[in-house]
């Protein structure tokens, strides 16, 4: 049975609901590559953020190298049932305005519920100098997910990526 784009986009919007971690690949100027799991948040225009050290590898990295690719995967699925979605784009540390928007994407996003959200919410002074950790963003050029269709010359022998016109406004009716 084949499986359309729109269906693959509304399977990208799920995992993308239901999965509270991505996992984020950097490379270092020298193009040493490292990944990460982190707690994420998203908005309406594809972009995710996230809290990191200003001192770990992988922010680091993004300050020498912007490109960065990431995946929200189920890490439990039933065998040979696991999907995720992947993407691309550039990555920074968010600064002044930029900053007080993540903030309120981040934690609306990430505690929905607003007695937690106040219990967890910290203001953007808590990701300035000389506090350790910062908020970031990645601004998504592309998504893409496994194609169940499979391997347009192997089948299901071989795991295959396919590009889709995913949009996370789409989760809110802004795309």
Not at 35 to 41: I, R, S
Not at 116 to 144: T, V
Not at 145 to 152: F, I, T
Request: hydrophobic share 35%.
């Amino acid at each position: 049975m084949s499986v359309s784009i729109e269906e693959l986009c509304e399977t990208a919007g799920e995992i993308l609901r239901t999965t509270r971690y991505m996992t984020l690949g950097t490379a270092s100027a020298a193009g040493v590559p490292m990944v990460t799991p982190l707690a994420h948040a998203w908005d309406d225009q594809d972009a995710f953020y996230w809290i990191s050290g200003s001192d770990a590898v992988h922010s680091l990295n993004i300050e020498h190298n912007p490109a960065v690719s990431l995946v929200v995967f189920d890490s439990n699925p039933t065998d040979g049932g696991g999907q995720g979605l992947y993407a691309h784009g550039r990555a920074e540390m968010l600064h002044g305005d930029a900053l007080t928007e993540g903030c309120e994407v981040y934690y609306s996003r990430r505690y929905p519920d607003p007695a937690a959200r106040a219990k967890r919410y910290q203001p953007p002074a808590r990701f300035r100098d000389p506090a350790p950790n910062r908020l970031y963003r990645a601004r998504i050029e592309s998504y893409s997910v496994l194609d169940p269709n499979g391997h347009p010359v192997h089948g299901d022998e071989v795991s295959h990526r396919v590009t889709i016109p995913f949009r996370t406004g789409r989760l809110s009716g802004a795309a």
